[in-house]
């Protein structure tokens, strides 16, 4: 089968790699019909973090059971799956708290199991981490296209507002216009907070965030003339009790300590770089009680309940992917979104 294959940083390759096959009586097979390029993929491919190389790549697959171990019982050969960034027995400790990302019996996609930009992948304990798409909406492609997210990113916002604490009539803080951060804001806005200021570095991918539900937003970086935590204390009286940090950089979790309120909570899903080094702003934090919650997304956690508003109706993540591709053109998706041609690629295989 074709997948692609990390070589190095600025170098994805679709290749013929071995064809992943049933190996656990708990394993599916399922055919990738529709996967995507994350911004943790991008990392790598910038040279900003480590992988080894050659290695296959990508995690967030959606596709058709082809073949199930004889253990697996919630799923069968023909069903709509996808499957969250993460793989989970669903039965251990931490699966059973919702940490499926703590799962002891956990794995990541990759390897021998196929990396998810593939035509399959092997999925190790079905039963905990597949989600399976109700019937219905099998072949219902822009349905497929709105609960793709679901497999990363849109949980992902979604954790981030959990874990800030988001609720009802609140006042919160997106940091990050990025994938995450605009679901971030739809998250907010689902979980009903009543003001959702947006913060990034792009002007469109602002007006998006404002499309998602962001009741203002507030431009920084090179281009913005102003100072964003001056901006964004003074929209919000001092500072905001629910800020969101989607973003992972250490000046993205130093802006959302800054315009956290006093007391308030700092929900934070990006995944950490360049914080390693002492740039992680421990007293931006101390100062003012700001708390620390959050990590990586349980995503598998919350899919029913966003798979449901999505079918519902009342949730839409799909405009994030501002480009498709196939899978043979998986590198122009991996160009296209290093230079933020594109928020979101979807891929195609
Ligand atoms: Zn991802
Ligand atoms: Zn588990």
Same mark, same amino acid.
């Given at each position: 089968?074709?997948?692609?294959?990390?070589?190095?940083?600025?170098?994805?390759?679709?290749?013929?790699?071995?064809?992943?096959?049933?190996?656990?009586?708990t394993d599916a097979l399922v055919r990738v019909t529709h996967t995507a390029v994350c911004g943790s993929d991008l990392?790598?491919?910038?040279?900003?973090?480590?992988?080894?190389?050659?290695?296959?790549?990508?995690?967030?697959?959606?596709?058709?059971?082809?073949?199930v171990g004889e253990d697996v019982r919630s799923v069968q050969p023909g069903d709509r799956v996808f499957a969250p960034f993460v793989i989970s027995? %669903?039965?251990?400790?931490?699966?059973?708290?919702?940490?499926?990302?703590?799962?002891?019996?956990?794995?990541?996609?990759?390897?021998?199991?196929?990396?998810?930009?593939?035509?399959?992948?092997?999925? !190790?304990?079905?039963? %905990?981490?597949?989600?399976?798409?109700?019937?219905?909406?099998?072949?219902?492609?822009?349905?497929?296209?709105?609960?793709? !997210?679901l497999t990363d990113v849109m949980g992902t916002g979604h954790h981030a507002a959990v874990s800030a604490g988001v609720d009802a009539g609140d006042t919160c803080v997106v940091i990050g216009d990025g994938a995450v951060g605009l679901c971030g804001v739809l998250a907010a806005r689902r979980l009903g907070a009543s003001r959702i200021l947006a913060v990034g570095h792009h002007a469109d991918r602002l007006e998006l965030a404002e499309e998602f539900g962001a009741t203002e937003t507030v431009l920084g970086g090179s281009d913005a003339g102003g100072d964003v935590v001056e901006d964004v204390r003074e929209l919000t009286y001092g500072g905001a009790e629910h800020v969101l940090e989607c973003?992972?950089?250490?000046?993205?979790?130093?802006?959302?300590?800054?315009?956290?309120?006093? %007391?308030?909570?700092?929900?934070?899903?990006?995944?950490?770089?360049?914080?390693?080094?002492?740039?992680? !702003?421990?007293?931006?934090?101390?100062?003012?009680?700001?708390?620390?919650?959050?990590?990586?997304?349980?995503?598998?956690?919350?899919?029913?309940?966003?798979?449901?508003?999505?079918? %519902?109706?009342?949730?839409?993540?799909?405009?994030?992917?501002?480009?498709t591709v196939g899978l043979d053109d998986v590198a122009e998706g991996y160009r296209a979104m290093d230079e933020r041609d594109a928020i979101k690629v979807l891929v195609k295989p």
């Open positions: 089968m074709r997948a692609a294959v990390y070589h190095g940083p600025g170098d994805v390759r679709v290749e013929e790699v071995p064809k992943p096959e049933i190996k656990a009586p990392w790598p491919y910038r040279g900003e973090s480590d992988r080894d190389v050659p290695s296959r790549i990508g995690h967030e697959p959606m596709g058709i059971v082809e073949e027995c %669903g039965e251990c400790e931490f699966c059973r708290k919702g940490l499926y990302t703590s799962c002891v019996n956990g794995d990541s996609w990759g390897g021998d199991n196929g990396g998810a930009q593939g035509e399959y992948i092997r999925s !190790p304990h079905a039963d %905990g981490t597949l989600v399976r798409v109700p019937d219905r909406y099998a072949d219902d492609e822009d349905a497929l296209r709105a609960l793709l !997210p973003v992972g950089a250490a000046s993205s979790m130093e802006t959302a300590a800054q315009v956290c309120r006093p %007391g308030g909570t700092v929900g934070y899903v990006g995944v950490p770089h360049g914080v390693e080094s002492g740039g992680f !702003p421990a007293f931006d934090f101390f100062g003012d009680n700001v708390a620390l919650r959050g990590g990586v997304a349980p995503t598998r956690a919350y899919a029913e309940e966003l798979m449901d508003d999505v079918l %519902g109706g009342t949730l839409d993540p799909s405009p994030i992917f501002t480009k």
